[in-house]
T-cell receptor
């Protein structure tokens, strides 16, 4: 049973537009969520996170929204830039096992100039 | 360097051979993780070391897989009698402590190809 799901394997947007990447989870014990970005031949790098006590966290062009009742989070990138083209992974962890994160399968974002 | 390093970057081996993959975490990071990413798949958790505690081995796919972390620093992932389905990118990550806000820092990975 996959506890963290990213149902869109890929997303293509025009430069300057908004990119919205979605993530769903099933484990109600998850209370901390992270997004990582991965370029080819590199390891993932941390992008932004959100605690379950919040419903929004913003960092520059990146905003993560959390809907606990729907067990859904989304990453918004505005405006999208060609350098944002990468694979984005959603990850979740629970306070009861804070060291361990469960990752989704990733969404490949392509931003076209 | 300041980041997580892994070696080798690429490894090609024949089915049935043993391989060892190495990870050098960020100095001072107490937690170390191994993941693998098969083609077109997400990050599959393999094993997690935290300080001197017993490792969480719940993600190891079979008893052919094992890992050690010596002196709380360098880690080696060993795959015995490799199979073609072991072909994947093996990623190592380290983390400072257990605070919820601490993200994992990943190495560049080792691409393993089993012929």
């Amino acid at each position: 049973d996959q506890q963290v799901k990213q149902n869109s394997p890929s997303l293509s947007v025009q430069e300057g537009r908004i990119s919205i990447l979605n993530c769903d989870y099933t484990n109600s014990m998850f209370d901390y969520f992270l997004w990582y970005k991965k370029y080819p031949a590199e390891g993932p790098t941390f992008l932004i996170s959100i605690s379950s006590i919040k419903d929004k966290n913003e960092d520059g062009r990146f905003t993560v929204f959390l809907n606990k009742s729907a067990k859904h989070l989304s990453l918004h990138i505005v405006p999208s830039q060609p350098g944002d083209s990468a694979v984005y992974f959603c990850a979740a962890s629970a306070r009861t096992n804070a060291g361990k994160s469960t990752f989704g399968d990733g969404t490949t974002l392509t931003v076209k100039p | 360097g300041a980041g997580v390093s892994q070696s080798p970057s690429n490894k090609v081996t024949e089915k049935g051979k043993d391989v060892e993959l190495r990870c050098d975490p960020i100095s001072g990071h107490t937690a170390l993780y191994w993941y693998r990413q098969s083609l077109g798949q997400g990050l599959e958790f393999l094993i997690y070391f935290q300080g001197n505690s017993a490792p969480d081995k719940s993600g190891l796919p079979s008893d052919r897989f094992s890992a050690e972390r010596t002196g709380g620093s360098v880690s080696t992932l060993t795959i015995q009698r490799t199979q073609q389905e072991d072909s994947a990118v093996y990623l190592c990550a380290s983390r400072s402590g257990l605070a919820m806000g601490n993200e994992q820092f990943f190495g560049p990975g080792t691409r393993l190809t089993v012929l």
